[in-house]
């Protein structure tokens, strides 16, 4: 069963406007991490945010993470028509395993 | 992706043949994982390997069966292939578990007929 939902499953902005992508996850988590996957090819991992951590910023990503409502937010600033893909939240579980949310979809019009 | 590849990349088959799936890395890690992906499921795990020989159950594991006799080879059997079994099948590598971000291979998409 999936431990993140991401919210929402689709979204479609203007290019250079900003995405914000949410996740939420049930059990407590050593790290939540988001991944990125363009049509008809893997996931590309993007960051990696633990526990402990409450915000974490790498390029035009800033990921925060709030252990108290279990829920984590992707933003995506000066969005480009390149970052048009599905985007994944994952949290680690029993044994060193990942689960998987089900994904957003963004497009960005160019 | 660079240090992991899959094979075949797509297959055809038919109901009730089996069918091997390829996952070969040159990373050296440790852990390796297979997934399936399907439309409004996400990423489903049915097995991983946490090292040579060493090889446990996912989500969705039934119908699969795998096998992990080289560090840079993790392999993904069924059995007796089903419709339902009809999916984009990754395979991921880790050298420390869910510590880290996983490295993907770019998918096999099988197609049970």
């Known amino acids: 069963s999936q431990q993140g939902e991401e919210d929402p499953q689709a979204l479609s902005i203007q290019e250079g406007e900003n995405a914000t992508m949410n996740c939420s996850y049930k059990?407590?988590?050593?790290?939540l991490q988001w991944y990125r996957q363009n049509s008809g090819r893997g996931l590309v991992h993007l960051i990696l945010?633990?526990?402990?951590?409450r915000e974490k910023h790498s390029g035009r990503l800033r990921v925060t993470l709030d252990t108290s409502k279990k829920s984590s937010s992707l933003l995506i600033t000066a969005s480009r028509a390149a970052d048009t893909a599905s985007y994944f939240c994952?949290?680690?579980?029993?044994?060193?395993?990942?689960?998987f949310g089900k994904g957003i979809t963004l497009s960005v019009r160019p | 992706d660079a240090g992991i590849t899959q094979s075949p990349r797509h297959k055809v088959t038919e109901t009730g043949t089996p069918v091997t799936l390829r996952c070969h890395q040159t990373?050296?890690?440790?852990?390796m994982y297979w997934y399936r992906q399907d439309p409004g499921h996400g990423l489903r795990l049915i097995h991983y390997?946490?090292?040579?020989?060493?090889?446990d159950k996912g989500e969705v594991s039934d119908g699969y069966s795998v096998s992990r006799s080289k560090t840079e080879d993790f392999l993904l059997t069924l059995e007796s292939a089903t419709s339902s079994q009809t999916s984009v099948y990754f395979c991921?590598?880790?050298?420390?578990?869910?510590?880290?971000?996983?490295?993907f291979g770019s998918g096999t998409r099988l197609t049970v007929v």
């Open positions: 991921a590598i880790s050298e420390n578990g869910g510590l880290e971000g996983y490295t």
């Open positions: 059990t407590s988590i050593n790290n």
């Open positions: 945010i633990r526990s402990n951590e």
């Open positions: 994952a949290t680690d579980g029993a044994n060193s395993k990942l689960t």
């Open positions: 990373e050296n890690h440790r852990y």
């Open positions: 390997s946490y090292g040579v020989k060493d090889t």
